[in-house]
């Protein structure tokens, strides 16, 4: 089986780390040209680095842009009019109990993790209609399925976007553009370490160790019993891009380690 996005354009948002540099480079190695977008200059520079440190040949541009506004979506656009492969990957969270999280920050979820993807989509998906051929990934989260007490506000947006690109796949119905998203669970990248660094500092644990640890309290359901490393989240984001994935759309495909237990889905 050959994943091969030669001549495919990918634009990765939230590229710079964690999953959505992970997907990019797996992207560029399977030969997409892959657009790195990220709101500062110095972390797109330093992801496209580290991609083609790997991957000399890797085919790379990158865009600063703040994507949870209409004006950073604006000037993506500007810079890539159209695109064959859009990975919807920016998102952010926290472990903030429901009872803290005031309006503002709530809106800001809101932006980041569902509307920076709307607006991309709406845009991209036009011409990947008229071409007759596109990939719209979505990066939700098992936690938008089974939605944790503790970070209700970020599995709310993670719903959102498995409601937006459920019915996406509808809406482009025959048009030979799939929309998927994909249900990582916890994955080893720099925000879960920051997010349980002060835990690992009392434990005495390293970040893997703490990490896998989170997984085994936090999400006792999971069957692999640790955290997933991006590789392996990525792989499941690379191969829908491909042209092998066409007859797989609407669908939420977990990467979960097993977490969300029940046989559907």
């Known amino acids: 089986m050959k994943l091969d996005l030669t001549d495919k354009i990918a634009v990765v948002s939230g590229s710079t780390s964690g999953i959505g540099l992970g997907i990019a480079d797996g992207l560029a190695q399977a030969g997409a040209t892959v657009v790195v977008v990220g709101r500062q200059e110095t972390s797109v520079a330093t992801a496209i680095a580290s ?46 109990d429901f009872f803290t999280v005031p309006d503002d920050e709530w809106k800001h979820f809101y932006n980041v993790n569902v509307l920076s993807g ?47 690109s459920h019915g996406l796949a509808k809406r482009l119905a025959g048009t030979g553009v799939t929309v998927n998203a994909i249900l990582p669970g916890p994955t080893f990248t720099d925000g879960l370490k920051t997010m349980l660094a002060e835990a690992a500092e009392k434990s005495g644990r390293n970040a893997r160790e ?28 690379v191969y829908l891009a491909s042209p092998l994935s066409s007859a797989t759309t609407g669908a939420a495909l977990r990467v979960d380690g097993g977490v969300v237990d029940t046989l559907a889905m």
């Open 51 to 96: 991609i083609k440190a790997k991957n000399p040949a890797a085919l790379l541009r990158g865009v600063v842009a703040d994507l949870s506004t209409e004006q950073g979506v604006a000037a993506l656009i500007a810079a890539v009019p159209v695109a064959d492969v859009l990975v919807n990957n920016l998102g952010i969270f926290n472990d903030k």
């Open 118 to 164: 709307v607006r991309l989509a709406r845009h991209y998906a036009t011409a990947m209609a008229e071409q007759g051929w596109g990939r719209i990934i979505f990066v939700s989260s098992e936690s938008g399925v089974a939605i944790p007490g503790d970070m209700i506000n970020y599995g709310v947006t993670k719903a959102a976007n498995l409601a937006v």
């Open 210 to 237: 703490q990490a896998d640890e989170f997984v085994r309290s936090a999400r006792p359901s999971s069957i692999i019993q640790r955290a997933a490393d991006v590789e392996e989240v990525a792989n499941l984001a």
